[in-house]
């Protein structure tokens, strides 16, 4: 997944947040580390992709089925 828009975003907050600055800084932070843990999730799945080609070689259904399974087990079935 590209963060292309992540800078802008986090730049757009500023304007928008005007209760001040105690709540513009706490808004950036959790802004902040949502963005480290989409991070972090999306290096998971391509970490377990990696594996699971490594495991089931060219077989694409079952890489993808690796995939899902994990999204499934940490996100919970949505």
Do not use: C
């Not at 377990?48 to 087990?73: C, Q, R, S, T, Y």
Request: without cysteine; hydrophobic residues 35%; aromatic residues 12%.
């Amino acid at each position: 997944m590209a963060y292309e828009y992540e800078e802008l975003i986090l730049h757009d907050v500023k304007p928008l947040t005007n209760p001040g600055p105690p709540f513009r800084h706490e808004a950036m932070k959790e802004l902040q580390e949502v963005y480290r843990k989409a991070k972090a999730w999306d290096n998971y799945l391509f970490s377990v992709k990696e594996d699971a080609k490594n495991e089931f070689g060219d077989n694409e259904d079952l890489v993808k089925h690796a995939v899902e399974l994990n999204e499934k087990i940490f996100m919970g079935d949505e």
